[in-house]
């Protein structure tokens, strides 16, 4: 579905910002464009998942920038705007067996 991911790394070249992935064991990093939106004061009900904090984010990566980082973990951080972020859930988002997008909540401050 390399269609689906060329049109996600288009749109975020287009309108995404810079963010860092963090992983702290092993350590590892990588930054990449993403799509980063607080969640609304009245948010849809799919978009909440579990409690959701004013400092709460949703996160769309593409999965072309990660290479052997692979997906990110309820272990790993986001940093957005100097400020590393903890991941409260992870969403690959499949076509048949290829991740085409991935979702993230991230949540506060220092984790």
């Known amino acids: 579905m390399a269609g689906e991911t060329a049109a996600l790394d288009r749109a975020l070249a287009r309108a995404g910002e810079t963010v860092t ?9 990588v930054t990449c464009l993403a799509m980063v939106r607080g ?17 709460d984010f949703f996160v769309i990566l593409s999965p072309t920038p990660l290479g052997s980082f692979g997906v990110p973990t309820r272990y790993d951080q986001v940093v957005i705007g100097d400020m590393p ?23 506060g401050g220092d984790s």
Request: charged residues 30%; proline residues 6%.
């Open 21 to 29: 992935v963090r992983r702290q064991n092993p350590a590892a990093e």
């Open 39 to 55: 969640f609304e004061a009245r948010p849809q009900a799919d978009d909440l998942v579990g409690n959701v904090a004013q400092q």
């Open 85 to 107: 972020r903890a991941i409260e859930a992870v969403t690959p988002i499949r076509i048949g067996a290829d991740v085409v997008r991935i979702e993230l909540k991230v949540r």
